[in-house]
């Protein structure tokens, strides 16, 4: 069972093709980084999968919040956090006006 904030790659079912560089750097597709809600400068760790050729990437906990960042507009003072995800005052009240 996968928890929310971790994926597994599966090499045998490429959901991205690319190519390591000579640091051994890939990108992560901005499809799944939207998907995760991971912002530049999060915090991943890399496991083993439960098979050959697997990977398990997952947001650091001990670093949440890892960007101290709005995740909606990239403010960095008077942050708030609501599920792990930090939320400036503005947009906060942005949001509150749409319910
Ligand atoms: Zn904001």
């Known amino acids: 069972m996968l928890k929310k904030q971790e994926m597994v790659v599966k090499m045998e079912i490429p ?14 597709p901005i499809e799944i980084r939207r998907k995760m809600g991971w912002l530049e ?13 697997e990977i398990i990437i997952r947001e650091n906990p001990a670093a949440a919040p890892a960007h101290n ?11 708030i956090e609501y599920r792990k995800k930090l939320v400036c005052e503005s947009c906060m009240k942005k949001l509150a006006g749409l319910a």
């Open 15 to 28: 959901i991205y093709s690319g190519v390591m560089d000579p640091l051994g750097r890939v990108v992560l």
């Open 41 to 53: 400068k999060t915090d991943v760790c890399f496991f083993p999968g439960q098979e050959d050729g």
């Open 69 to 79: 960042i709005c995740l909606f507009c990239g403010e960095t003072r008077g942050l």
